[in-house]
């Protein structure tokens, strides 16, 4: 077709349509980010609900205009332009007053791009963890991992209970930017997941703290990335040099089961030289105190403190039953766990694992049959027994965890 010129001209096409003949249109952008990305990770940031950060700007004031905010944080990360803000310190007591947790809380914004990322990263991620691994994982939680423990209390007779000293506040960023290298092939994941690893964190007093490894724990995208550093850290690990030796992982608590007494002390040295050529310890004063090893016999003591822990981590409402039996006295809460201890190391478990079980399956019956359990237990006159039958018991101190 001619123009007025003389010169070639495109054909007309139907309405909506490139006009034929027309060259592709530049690609502007750095990254190809879909908005229905953001859009879907922004509904996942508003339903969680949660606290500003930094910025002061909360979930109501975001979505004043989401729309206009979304689109310029897409824009920012789709040209390469994004940096996130620095990360607000929440500083949160530990049980038994041993000293503060830090709990790092991003701009809202920021959450919907870290959401965005961990969306995808859990879909490619997601088949390939370690069955073993329960912790932040769709379709899976702690009373799962309490099931499997439960199942191979019976198969196995030592247990070693250990957990990580600081684990999110010490993860190699070296190495975990290697293994999500290794998994996506989305460069602006891989961009902004290192920013997201290196942005301050600005302390209460308002000082900014730089972050040379750790990745900051309340944060959206912390759990996909603990999950899949742990998964070559430590679940492949265990597959290729103790395949013998299952184990439940929840985040960085960890319970592995072994054959007998030296296997499993030999193990946990194992473990310990492992995780410190990666840059990690295990806890120097909580690992010691956990580390439960028993006879078959009172392994359902195992059970009975795992199902307790269980309810906690997951803010049941059925662990207020614990709170209403002993009716928020703390010297009741002291005696209640110490006969109620010293009953199953006596073996005499059966009432107390049936009690539990009530518990764990959200029965009804389960607060009458805990008060009836608790009252007979504190108003006896058990004896004392030989713990050295229990070997690496947890002592009282750690039992204590349980009334919070």
């Avoid at 041993?98 to 990263?121: E, H």
């Avoid at 990666?278 to 010691?288: I, Y």
């Avoid at 078959?296 to 039953?321: A, D, G, H, I, Y």
């Avoid at 209403?324 to 010293?342: G, R, S």
Wanted: charged residues 25%.
């Amino acid at each position: 077709m001619k123009g007025p010129d003389g010169s070639d001209q495109p054909e007309a096409s139907p309405v909506g349509e490139e006009p034929a003949g027309r060259s592709k249109p530049v690609k502007w952008k750095s990254f190809d980010i879909e908005k229905r990305l953001l859009l879907g990770a922004w509904e996942k940031v508003r339903a969680n609900g949660g606290a500003p950060g930094v910025d002061a700007v909360g979930i109501a004031a975001f979505q004043e205009r989401w729309g206009d905010n979304l689109y310029k944080l897409w824009n920012r990360m789709s040209s390469g332009s994004y940096f996130p803000g620095p990360v607000r310190a929440v500083e949160i007591p530990k049980d038994h007053g041993a000293g503060v947790r830090v709990l790092g809380v991003p701009n809202v914004a920021d959450r919907v791009a870290q959401t965005a990322a961990a969306m995808l990263l859990e879909e490619k991620l997601e088949p390939i963890f370690h069955p073993g691994s329960y912790g932040y994982r769709p379709g899976r939680s702690a009373r799962d991992a309490v099931a499997a423990c439960r199942r191979r209390c019976w198969e196995h007779d030592w247990v070693i209970d250990c957990d990580i000293r600081a684990f999110f506040d010490s993860v190699p960023h070296d190495l975990l930017l290697k293994a999500v290298a290794h998994h996506t092939s989305e460069r602006w994941v891989l961009l902004y997941v290192e920013r997201w690893l290196k942005a301050p964190v600005q302390m209460p007093d308002g000082t900014l703290v730089p972050r040379e490894k750790g990745t900051p724990q309340g944060s959206p995208i912390s759990p996909v990335l603990a999950n899949l550093f742990m998964h070559y850290a430590f679940g492949r690990w265990m597959d290729r040099e103790h395949p013998g030796c299952p184990f439940e992982r929840y985040a960085d608590d960890i319970v592995i089961h072994c054959g007998n007494q030296d296997q499993a002390r030999q193990l946990r040295a194992a473990i310990a030289e492992r995780l410190q050529t990666l840059g990690l310890e295990l806890h120097p004063t909580l690992c010691p105190r956990r580390y439960v090893m028993t006879e078959r016999t009172p392994q359902s003591l195992n059970v009975m403190l795992q199902s307790v822990r269980e309810c906690r981590l997951t803010k049941n409402p059925v662990f207020r039953l614990w709170k209403c039996a002993v009716k928020d006295d703390d010297k009741l809460v002291d005696a209640v766990i110490e006969k109620l201890y010293e009953e199953m190391i006596a073996f005499d478990i059966a009432r107390a694992e049936t009690v539990m079980q009530l518990i764990i399956d959200r029965d009804e019956a389960a607060l009458p049959a805990f008060r009836d359990l608790l009252q007979d237990v504190v108003a006896s006159d058990h004896p004392k027994t030989d713990r050295s039958r229990c070997h690496g018991a947890p002592p009282m101190q750690h039992l204590q965890e349980l009334e919070n």
